[in-house]
């Protein structure tokens, strides 16, 4: 470790979607400034997984990775996110003994964490570290939750359940059914609203918020924060997008870039719901017929379905398994040439960047949107769990680039609803318009991330302050 330089710690929460975005932060800014060196801590919960340790691998010298020791929730079975904030909160000595044993050799400049991690934020306050939050997932989200005290205060108890829209200044009205964690976030009595006020109050106590976004992706929420910062909230440094670059768990295992290769220029569908998201087995089946029936071409990354939970693979093992143990009969051999199946991890920033891709139909994860703006791919959107309704309602009704299937009655997605809805995003004059509106915000993506762009600059802004950091008076 170069003590010369100035000392960065980052504390990403278990889970590859958020391992990814801390990483590239801390990749972008020793790149960029050569006087910073990184150390990432990942709470763990069992074995890395193999891809974790692949993005690890490949870091650069001045970024270090420390696994630490697993924690265990066997204890748990209800939600299936609260390990990610317990990981942290188990983990908390391991994080203090990191953190006191950096201290020993060189001193830290800032800490940074997502809201998964607040628990230790106590833990790096007592030592004196300035603390950060990197929030990984859109500047609306973060709008949301700095909003959610004063609403609160504003609130007479009596009140129980929040308004049906919510009006948070610079966004679009966002109806409570989008909020995260769904309907139960309107009881101001239930647990889901609690924790998220809880993370509000929080995150606002830090010394500044870095938000994997771009003025332009959501620039009324983002002047609307920037212009907050001080009175209320502290200050905000969009440095987005920030997407995932060549490391080996972007190898092409399955061999589907070799596919793509053959298929015509923008005619493929990519189809995948994240590192972690799962259908019904009902709804796996019509999804599938839906595809066949839309006579598109697709590529789909297939998870084991899950009647239970919609975010069932995400901690889980990833392994393979036979597809037609879980598609309808028949459909594998109906598809072979209209389509490719593969159930293993694959390379998706090549996949999106690669020339036959023409839509992505997504969960709306905020790193596979981010992707998908970054290589100017529209969207069918299929929002699933956390926030990603609030991602798919910025999609379509905001930047209009998405379209999104409608569900009957039952919230089941019908296959003629898909067929209509890909032939629309694939061929039809909506799927171009919308293409071109995701060409623009590509080159707007570009420009914020270019030698004078405003993500650019707010790196170049946290950098300076960090380097000013002096480091506490010994008594
Ligand atoms: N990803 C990948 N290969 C896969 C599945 C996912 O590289 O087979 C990456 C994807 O590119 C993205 C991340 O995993 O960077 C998924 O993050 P996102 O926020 O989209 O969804 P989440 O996994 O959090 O639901």
Redesign the pocket.
């Known amino acids: 470790m170069n003590q010369s330089k100035s000392h960065i710690v980052i504390l990403p929460s278990v889970?590859?979607?958020?391992l990814?975005?801390f990483v590239e932060f801390a990749k972008r800014l020793v790149s960029q400034h050569n006087n910073f060196h990184v150390t990432c801590i990942i709470p763990t919960n069992g074995p890395p997984p193999q891809?974790a340790k692949a993005i690890v691998e490949a870091l650069p010298t001045t970024i270090d990775a420390i696994f630490l020791p697993p924690v265990s929730f066997d204890d748990l079975v209800a939600n299936p996110l609260a390990p990610l904030t317990l990981t942290v909160s188990r983990s908390l000595s391991s994080i203090r003994n990191v953190l006191e044993s950096l201290l020993s050799k060189t001193h830290v400049a800032a800490f940074l964490t997502n809201f998964f991690g607040i628990d230790s934020l106590d833990v790096v306050k007592e030592l004196n570290i300035p603390s950060y939050i990197f929030f990984?997932s859109p500047a609306t989200v973060l709008s949301l939750f700095l909003h959610l005290p004063k609403l609160d205060e504003s609130l007479s108890s009596e009140i129980r359940y929040l308004p049906e829209t919510m009006k948070i200044p610079g966004c679009i009205p966002i109806p409570a059914e989008d909020f995260p964690g769904g309907g139960t976030f309107q009881d101001r009595k239930g647990d889901s609203f609690k924790r998220f006020l809880h993370i509000g109050k929080r995150i606002s106590s830090v010394e500044g918020i870095i938000v994997n976004s771009f003025t332009d992706m959501e620039s009324g929420v983002i002047i609307a924060l920037q212009d907050g910062a001080g009175a209320n909230n502290p200050p905000v440094y969009p440095t987005g997008p920030l997407?995932?670059t060549g490391s080996s768990?972007?190898e092409d295992r399955s061999g589907c870039l070799r596919w793509l290769d053959n298929q015509p220029l923008g005619s493929v569908l990519y189809v995948?719901?994240?590192?972690?998201?799962t259908l019904s087995r009902a709804q796996l089946c019509e999804l599938a017929l839906g595809l066949e029936m839309s006579e598109q071409k697709f590529l789909w990354?297939v998870r084991r379905p899950n009647d239970e939970s919609p975010?069932a693979a995400?901690l889980s093992d990833?392994s393979q398994f036979d597809p037609s143990d879980v598609l309808p009969s028949g459909f594998l051999e109906r598809t072979e040439g209209q389509g490719l199946v593969v159930t293993?991890?694959?390379?998706?920033?090549q996949i999106?960047s690669h020339g036959a891709i023409g839509g992505f139909l997504?969960?709306?994860?905020?790193?596979?949107?981010l992707?998908c703006v970054v290589f100017g791919v529209p969207q069918i959107v299929w929002p699933?769990?956390?926030e990603?309704k609030m991602n798919a309602l910025i999609l379509v009704e905001d930047k209009k680039v998405a379209l999104r299937p409608k569900a009957n009655e039952n919230g089941f997605v019908e296959r003629e609803e898909i067929a209509k809805v890909v032939k629309e995003l694939m061929e039809g004059e909506e799927g171009k318009r919308l293409g071109q509106r995701m060409g623009d915000l590509k080159e707007a993506a570009a420009r914020a991330l270019s030698k004078d762009g405003s993500s650019t600059a707010s790196l170049s802004e946290l950098a300076s302050k960090w380097e000013n950091v002096e480091a506490p008076k010994v008594e």
Do not use: M, R
Request: aromatic share 12%; hydrophobic share 30%.
């Open positions: 889970g590859i979607s958020h990814i975005p891809i990984p997407v995932q768990s972007e995948s719901f994240g590192s972690g998201g990354v975010s995400y990833k293993s991890w694959v390379p998706q920033t999106l997504t969960h709306c994860g905020w790193n596979s949107t992707e699933l769990f956390a990603q």
